[in-house]
Structures are given as C-alpha cells and as structure tokens.
C-alpha cells in the first residue's frame, strides 16, 4: 500500500508519503514557499512527496487528511453559543470563511490536488483522521515498540486538546481526552502572547527565556501561585481547567484580556521588541514550572490507566524539551519516542499512518531504532546540482574528491572559532536542523552564542543553542537517561564540566549572566546548566558523525554547536542557493555543500542590500 497524508489549514501545512511501512519522503511546505509556519495546502510538498515516490498521485492507495473539518466546525458553533453575546466580532470574522470554504474541503482539497499534477478523484479515495489520532499515529507507528502509552498535547484539535491513547501492534484505541477550551497548549501559547512573542512560533522561545528566571525568588513563586489562584486548576490527573474570565482565545480575537493580566502580574504586556526585564523571565520561569506538573501528572495517570512504562508524545507541547527531560530525570518512563516532527506538520505522517495501519489494515513491524530515519525525509541534491548552482551564481569554491579532506578541513575551520554553514543530503522533517541544514560551531567559545545569535541569526540574544554530541560519548558530558536524536530532551550539564559562577550572580540582570561561563561549552550550556542535546549516530547520519568525530581528535571535545540553516523569520533552507544566498547575508565564514568548500574571503562583492530576502519577525 502507498499513501499520501497531508495537513494544512491551520500552520505548519506538510504531506509524507508511505509505501508499505516505509515512509519514503515528508516535508512542510515552508520550505518551499518560504513562509515560515505556512498554513496553506501543500502543493509543493506533496509534488516533492509524489516525486520521491516514483509513483503517480492516481496511483495512491488512499489520501488522508489529518483532521476533520465538519466536527472541528460543531466546536466553534458550541463555543460561540455557549459564550454568546461575547465573541460576536470573532464570530462575523471567522464563521463566513467557514461556510464559504471549509465546511467544503472535501472538494476544496481535491481541487487544490488537481494542482499537484494528474490527479483523478474517482481513482483515488479521499479519507479524514481525527486531529489527536493523527498525532498518536505519527508518535506510535514509527517508533520501536511492540506496544506503549501514546500522549498527545497541543492546543486544540476538533474537540480533544489532549488524548491517551494505547498502542499494540497496528492499532490505536483512545483510552481519555481533555476538551477545549480547558487546554495546557493555549495556557502555554497565552504566556507567549503576554510575554511579547508570537503565538504558534514564539512558544520555544518562552521555553528559552524560562532558565533566566530565578527559581527561589518571591517574585517567581508569587508568579507561580497566581498562575494557580486566578488561571488553571491542574487535577491529580493532568487535565486542567481554565478561567475563562481570564482567556480570550474561545470568543476573540486575542489569546488575554491585557487589562486583566496586566493587574494581575503587576507590570503590562510586553510588546515585540521591548527590553527583557528580569520580571519577564520570573513569569516564563513560572509557566514553564506550571507546564511542567502538568505533563508529569499527565504522565503518570497515562501509566495508571495504560500499564505501559514505554511512552509516546507528540502534539505541539511535546517540542517542550524541558519537560521531556524531566520525564526520564524523575523516572516517569523507561522509554521514550517523541515525534521530531510533533506538531501539526506530523499530523501529515499520521494521517498517512491512519490510512495504511488503521484503514488499510495493514501489520506492523516495529523498525530499532525508529523508522524516522533520523527525521532526514526531505529533497536532497547531488553534488553536479551543486555545482551547477555555484557557477551560476560565480561563487567561488573548491570540489573535494576526498570526504576525509574535506571533513578535516571543515573541522579545523570550527576549531579555530569560525563558524560553518552545513548542507547535507536529505532535509529534515519538522522543526530541528540535526546536521544536514545546520551552522555549526566550536561549543567551548564563551564569544560563540553572542556572535551567532546577533551576526549569523539576527536574533534575540537570549536564545540559547543546542549541541551536537557523539552518541557514545553523551554520558561524558550530560545526565541523561536515554539517546536524543531529534534535539527533543533535555538534561543537565555534567558536574565536573561545571564552573563556579559568581556569588553575585543572581543580583546580575538577566542578559549580563548570559555571558558568564558556566562549563567548559558555554556556548551550549543554559543559564540553569541544562543543555538541548542532539544525540549523533554513526549509523542515522555517518558523515555528520565522522565531523564531530574529527573535531573531538582535533580539540578533545565530542561535542558542537549546531543551530538550523537560517536567520530569524526565515523558514530552514531547502536547496543549495537558498545556503549560498543565507550564506553570503550573514557572517558564516565557511560554507560547505556536499563535497564542495566555500570560504566567505574568496566570494565575488556581494550587494547585501539589494540581495537580502526580507522575513518577518518570528
């Protein structure tokens, strides 16, 4: 059986094709139309998926839609109803959209198919999972157990925010659900909101302005209690309930009522671009900890229900790394497999997933250790496709015979302090670079975040990095209970690795104790000694592997930065002039696409200006 799933509409738009259990290509739309978190359908991901596949669309078994649209359709009527008369503007704005186009999707999406290529509706049948099911599917399926708990959180789906579902050979049965608008997700995405990010984007930057908070400080455990008294009710299962009151996501047009927010944290709503202040990182430090118990008790009562110590995540929460990293920390779990592709652009491998297991019957076989193929699903381009390009543009580079070479040249560039634009094979699926789109760098600089965050990225300066760590050597330098190979967990900095930091160093504000050296990788290492680990095997991603492997002969070290191929606003690249254009508009100093070597001081002028590509603020 071959099937296509697709998910759009909302964000984060992605098809994924399987045949016959393997998955032979997915991938988000952004990053062809180069919009980030585009929500729109996915022609281009699909006639990547189509093409890949070397099959024709008529040729499919089924295409199945990640969710369904007439019970998603049932809860905005129930909601505004149930709210009347608040929510009268939202409801002029949103219900005519739905009566002119989305209560019609079945034949809004086989118009838009047409679009693919040839394309037959009476040939191929068109089907539609449910939202939660679709996130069970893409966490459970493709991972490597016989049978395990699947917990699915994120903002809303149809009805269900978060579900518990339990996995056995080829079928899901979900066991309970919490309902909107009672939802941990929006409770996440309304601190987002308040804290000046933007909503279904921002989230992981809350997640990394939270270490800046102080955990024993009055004002972060006054944050946290008012969060308690005025905002949510956790029960001793995970569900949670939500003041309405204090929402504004049900019937407008906005996440939080300011005012009332306002009052009750005592200073306003940050506004994009405002100066971060300690009490901003209090409040995400407070949020964070909330989420936190909400995901643990979640945890724990899907144990009590299921009986199952594997479990698997996915939804939009389960990109929380943080939270993650304390399932195994506190032996919640004794395995772990979280979608790298969690949100709503997974939702496109489930539903292909529903289609094949759960409609099409077909058995499973659990694939070690996992059948993501290390999440590197996307187009790839041939070294003569490179080359092409290069001259093309008249770039100026040098065409390596010897990978050995090349991996050595390009890991003495990151040992001497310069930072490596890396374009390899296959492009990720979901939002991780894991060292096939990433720049990469020297993880022991204390100058590297600073220089990355403001000259590479043209970001925020607090946002923190991930390292890139061989798979046997994890234990050297994290506590870590499991492998990370999605950049999903995690763990804290290894004590030995750790440095004495200041005795005034709470009294500092937050963006001087950035600079602080907190282990021998600073770059790396966040502000509460945790690092985002991505775990690298020989056997997923060989040549990646061998990179960090001779960076670890060269230097001692095992362990690099590797942040995803982009600058803030712009969706990761896709093919090799995309890496050369972000190449040349930022200060990479090394560019390395396939078997060819880029230096920055060996490029025609380039018109920066006139060449750059404007991206909104993320």
Request: overall charge neutral.
């Amino acid at each position: 059986m071959i099937i296509l799933g697709i998910s759009a509409y909302y964000h984060d738009s992605a098809a994924a094709i399987i045949s016959e259990e393997k998955i032979i290509a997915a991938a988000q739309e952004e990053r062809f139309t180069r919009k980030k978190h585009d929500p729109s359908f996915p022609v281009n991901a699909i006639k990547y998926c189509v093409e890949e596949s070397g099959y024709d669309l008529n040729e499919m078994d089924a295409i199945v839609f990640y969710d369904k649209p007439f019970i998603k359709f049932e809860r905005l009527l129930e909601t505004y109803y149930h709210f009347a008369p608040r929510g009268l503007v939202s409801f002029i704005t949103s219900i005519p959209v739905w009566v002119r186009e989305k209560l019609f999707l079945k034949g809004l999406i086989k118009k838009e198919l047409k679009k693919t290529g040839s394309y037959d509706p009476a040939k191929v049948p068109l089907y539609f999972s449910e939202h939660h099911l679709s996130h069970a599917a893409s966490a459970f399926y493709p991972s490597p157990f016989e049978e395990a708990a699947i917990l699915t959180i994120d903002g809303v789906g149809e009805w269900s925010t978060a579900s518990i579902c339990h996995g056995k050979g080829n079928s899901i049965k979900i066991l309970k659900e919490l309902h909107f608008p009672h939802s941990v997700g929006l409770l996440y995405s309304a601190f987002t909101y308040f804290l000046g990010f933007r909503v279904n984007s921002g989230e992981y930057k809350l997640m990394g302005l939270a270490p800046y908070g102080l955990p024993n400080h009055e004002e972060t455990q006054a944050f946290e209690q008012k969060i308690y008294d005025h905002l949510v009710e956790i029960k001793d299962d995970g569900s949670v309930w939500l003041n309405q009151k204090m929402f504004k996501y049900a019937t407008g047009l906005r996440m939080v009522s300011d005012r009332k927010w306002n009052q009750l944290f005592g200073f306003r709503r940050r506004r994009p671009g405002d100066k971060i202040e300690q009490h901003h990182c209090n409040l995400a430090y407070a949020i964070q900890n909330v989420t936190e118990e909400v995901v643990r008790r979640m945890v724990k009562h899907t144990y009590e229900v299921t009986g199952q110590r594997n479990i698997c995540l996915a939804g939009g929460v389960a990109l929380n790394c943080v939270a993650n990293g304390k399932i195994l920390e506190e032996g919640l779990a004794d395995n772990i497999f979280i979608q790298p592709a969690a949100g709503d652009a997974g939702g496109a491998l489930g539903a292909a997933y529903t289609g094949l297991y759960i409609l099409g019957g077909k058995e499973r076989h659990p694939v070690h250790p996992d059948a993501m193929q290390g999440a590197y699903l996307g187009p790839e381009y041939s070294n003569s496709r490179i080359q092409r390009t290069l001259r093309r543009l008249n770039a100026d580079y040098r065409k390596y015979n010897d990978s050995d070479e090349l991996i050595n040249d390009a890991a003495e560039f990151i040992s001497r302090g310069e930072v490596v634009g890396w374009f390899q094979g296959r492009m990720e699926y979901g939002p991780r670079a894991l060292g096939n789109r990433s720049i990469l760098a020297d993880a022991r600089n204390p100058e590297m975040q600073k220089k990355l965050n403001l000259k590479i990225k043209y970001r925020e300066s607090f946002r923190p990095f991930a390292p890139s760590t061989l798979e046997e050597d994890m234990n050297a330098y994290y506590d870590l209970r499991a492998s990370s190979p999605y950049m999903l967990l995690v763990g804290k900095v290894k004590d030995q690795r750790r440095k004495q930091i200041p005795d005034h160093y709470n009294d500092m504000a937050p963006m001087e104790r950035l600079y602080i050296e907190r282990s021998d990788v600073p770059a790396v290492t966040h502000m509460d000694f945790t690092a985002r680990v991505q775990s690298v095997s020989k056997d997923t991603n060989e040549r990646y592997w061998r990179l960090i492997h001779r960076f670890k002969e060269l230097t001692g070290h095992s362990t690099i930065i590797n942040t995803s191929f982009n600058v803030r606003g712009e969706p990761i690249v896709r093919n090799p002039e995309e890496a050369y254009i972000c190449f040349m508009n930022t200060e990479m100093d090394v560019l390395v696409l396939g078997d060819c070597l880029l230096k920055k001081s060996d490029q025609p002028a380039w018109d920066r200006e006139k060449k750059i590509q404007k991206f909104k603020p993320d």
